[in-house]
């Protein structure tokens, strides 16, 4: 009896290792080979969506026809993103004199929960909603299109740059004047936060809109409603800003 493995065990090892690799998202799998990523084109992206993100979200239907998937398969944007949060948690200990294990703690906080872990609860609620509400193919016979959920963290991610200017940087340069007890400090710092608020909340309505299988997408649209709501009886004495730095920082 032969111990060599035969022809069909490697054919069935290498079936087995393919399959594999393949359950693992390519962004994944590519998220420490930094020589492949293009940060060029994550830079480009990150500046229209400040300016023209409608823009962005018309390359995903080239994306989609060159690699069948309306997700990003390049986590440049994802580590460039969470690098300048990493930054922004450095400049902040700084000011706040957290020291090297509060600096530590306030990145680990911003980069995992803030940016990671909402972001995820949020892409996974939007992608049962998209999917379960919102999904139509109008031809029968077509190929039922579903939202990926690795999309729907990409929108997450676009969704949450503009917030992360408003909130983590320019921010930053106005603690002096948000920390005083006036009613100028209350309307400064609530209205960046209703801003980036609504900033979030438009820009994830675009990238659901730019999906041509889903029907009322203005629904995305609605928080906008609550939030303005809020930011006026905010204005009435409770100031958004000196609340979450607090929660931050002490």
């Keep these: 009896m032969s111990l060599l493995p035969t022809t069909n065990e490697y054919a069935s090892s290498s079936h087995r290792q393919r399959r594999s690799s393949r359950s693992i998202p390519l962004i994944i799998r590519r998220i420490f080979r930094f020589p492949q990523m293009d940060f ?28 069948n998937q309306w997700a990003r398969d390049d986590p440049a944007f994802l580590v460039l993103l969470a690098s300048l949060l990493s930054l ?3 400049a902040w ?7 090297f294990v509060g600096i530590l703690r306030a990145m680990l906080f911003m980069v995992l929960v803030d940016f990671l872990l909402v972001g995820s ?34 929108v997450h991610c676009n969704s949450f740059f503009p917030v992360f200017l408003v909130l983590y940087v320019v921010q930053f340069f106005f603690v002096p004047l948000l920390q005083r007890s006036s009613w100028i400090s209350i309307v400064v710092g609530n209205t960046m936060y209703f801003v ?9 309505f675009l ?14 649209l609605y928080p906008i409603i609550i939030c303005i709501i809020l930011f006026a009886a905010s204005l009435f004495g409770f100031n958004i800003s000196q609340s979450v730095l607090a929660l931050y920082f002490g």
């Design 121 to 154: 609860l949020v892409a996974t609620f939007s992608w049962f909603v998209t999917n379960r509400f919102l999904a139509h193919n109008a031809m029968a016979h077509a190929v039922e299109q579903k939202v990926e959920w690795a999309y729907a963290f990409d």
């Design 40 to 67: 060029e084109f994550a830079m480009w992206q990150m500046c229209y969506l400040l300016i023209a993100p409608r823009r962005v979200y018309r390359n995903i239907y080239y994306h989609k026809q060159t690699k």
């Design 196 to 204: 980036s608020a609504v900033w979030y909340v438009y820009g994830t």
């Design 207 to 220: 990238g659901y809109n730019a999906l041509p299988f889903l029907e009322h997408t203005e629904l995305f």
């Design 93 to 99: 200990g700084f000011a706040y004199g957290l020291g």
């Design 88 to 90: 922004s948690a450095v």
